[in-house]
């Protein structure tokens, strides 16, 4: 059983990048939002991409218990109720249209936006300027709920649009974790159905992932308590940060 599973695992360069993925996921699911979208385009250095992302989907799975588990009384609810209904919209989109959305053209227009707008609220918010939290009505958010939903399914990549609506909404940063973690574990289930409609999710990647599961877990309770020691304005302004950086990524793909 354990050679079976070792199968994806057994090239020592997949084994390294698995590894990191995982921990990058994890970081993400403490409460680095966007941080993920890096992980399945790194384990991609390695495997086919729709088999890089179906073996990571059993440890965002579990990864989700945890993070909601460990945010679960910080959460804000009208947030989820206005978002998920558009995610789900989205991940049906995007799964009707999987053979006809050219992933890089979208990886292109996702990653200038995220740029632009990490480098904007970067500079409106520097030298720690309170700016007044955003107040955009629910419809609002449930089309960036459709984003996050189509982006997520198609690229992996649902976290900008997310961050792009909730975070000028300046919420405590405990409760923007548990926000992010409650709608991306609803997000997650939502995409499994077509992951085993293409038949990606094989079980050798099921075995593959679930060797990295006790990795996931410690990823992800460690950086939940980084998150918890973290004052609000450090910990936004990382998230910015990340957006640059995320955004750079994303355009980088979307170009070569």
């Known amino acids: 059983m354990l050679t079976g599973r070792m199968e994806l695992l057994s090239d020592p360069e997949t084994l390294i990048l698995a590894v990191l993925a995982v921990v990058i996921l994890g970081m993400a699911k403490g409460g680095f939002s966007g941080f993920g979208a890096l992980a399945t385009p790194l384990l991609a250095l390695a495997l086919p991409p729709s088999q890089a992302a179906a073996l990571l989907m059993p440890v965002l799975l579990v990864q989700d218990v945890v993070s909601v588990w460990s945010f679960r009384h910080s959460w804000d609810r009208w947030i989820v109720a206005w978002m998920a209904p558009g995610a789900l919209a989205g991940v049906v989109l995007a799964s009707a249209l999987a053979a006809l959305v050219p992933e890089e053209r979208l990886l292109l227009v996702l990653g200038l936006i995220t740029l632009g707008f990490g480098l904007y609220r970067l500079w409106i918010e520097r030298g720690g300027r309170i700016v007044a939290a955003s107040t955009s009505p629910g419809w609002v958010g449930a089309l960036f709920g459709v984003a996050t939903g189509f982006t997520s399914q198609v690229a992996h990549a649902g976290g900008p649009p997310f961050q792009m609506w909730v975070t000028p909404r300046r919420l405590e940063h405990q409760t923007y974790v ?48 980084l998150i918890r020691r973290m004052n609000a304005h450090s910990f936004y302004t990382i998230i910015y940060a990340l957006m640059v950086l995320l955004g750079l990524k994303l355009t980088w793909e979307g170009i070569a």
Do not use: C, D, Q
Not at 202 to 211: F, I, N, P, V
């Open 178 to 225: 548990g926000t992010s973690s409650v709608l991306f574990a609803m997000v997650n289930w939502m995409k499994v159905p077509s992951y085993l409609a293409l038949g990606t999710m094989t079980r050798e990647t099921l075995h593959a992932g679930a060797l990295l599961l006790p990795l996931a877990i410690v990823a992800t309770l460690i950086a939940v308590r």
